[in-house]
């Protein structure tokens, strides 16, 4: 079975630009998040999908970071525009239902950020 | 206080020692409990579950006091290969509806040495 894709692994932009990153969760997992990790800290969420609602973006920073799960399977997470301090890794994750509680997350590999 | 902490270290060990990290957490409301291991540039990955009666796998045991709010993981026979950082994670039910948090620890990192 195929884990959490996310694509693309590593970018580099000028500070100002648009950036996107995608995200695959594994398959019939409903529940779909995006962090942000920079290094040696704990992942932070962003924006926590159920289907295709957003339940939780208290903590994405609305004014240039914007998400969609249309479908309510992939997903697209994007800044417009980068600033310098947005360079981390983003990582994605899917689970089953949440109220299966047992069950952690499954992420993907991550795309790694540079703003310069 | 932070809602989730572990302590950063990090953990130097030799290999074959066995090694404890302790985690607290805030929330007396938190429910589901777990420890993730995060190898150096890569994603986490799910360690373990940490039920309540406490449970076991292999080299890994996890254990859950409720009452002081905080979670163990004991590592055995340590090797080479469990240099990482292990990050501590708490799922809270903020209200009746299905409103959950997650919330991670920082990580503690742990390095084996031969």
């Known amino acids: 079975e195929a884990g959490v894709v996310q694509s693309p692994r590593y970018k580099i932009i000028e500070k100002k630009q648009p950036v996107a990153f995608w995200c695959n969760p594994i398959s019939g997992h409903n529940t779909l998040y995006w962090y942000l990790q920079n290094l040696g800290q704990g992942p932070e969420l962003l924006i926590r999908?159920?289907?295709?609602?957003?339940?939780?973006d208290s903590q994405l920073p609305k004014d240039r970071f914007s998400a969609e799960r249309l479908k309510g399977v992939d997903s697209t997470l994007k800044i417009q525009p980068a600033e310098l301090g947005d360079s981390a890794v983003y990582l994605c994750?899917?689970?089953?239902?949440?109220?299966?509680?047992?069950?952690?997350?499954?992420f993907g590999s991550g795309t790694r950020l540079t703003v310069v | 206080r932070k809602e989730v902490e572990q302590d950063p270290g990090p953990f130097n060990v030799p290999e074959g020692a066995t090694v404890a990290f302790n985690c607290t957490y805030s929330?007396?409301?938190?429910?589901?409990f777990f420890w993730y291991r995060q190898d150096c540039r890569k994603e986490p990955k799910l360690l373990m579950s940490v039920y309540s009666s406490g449970n076991e796998d292999g080299r890994f045991t996890a254990q859950l006091n409720r009452a002081s709010q905080y979670i163990s993981l004991l590592i055995r026979d340590s090797k080479l290969s469990d240099s990482a950082t292990y990050l501590c994670?708490?799922?809270?039910?903020?209200?009746?509806?299905?409103?959950?948090?997650?919330?991670w620890g920082l990580g503690t990192s742990l390095a084996v040495n031969p």
């Open positions: 994670v708490v799922r809270t039910v903020l209200n009746a509806g299905n409103n959950r948090k997650l919330i």
């Open positions: 994750a899917s689970s089953l239902d949440p109220r299966y509680s047992r069950y952690g997350y499954t």
């Open positions: 999908y159920e289907n295709e609602e957003a339940v939780d």
């Open positions: 929330n007396s409301a938190s429910q589901s």
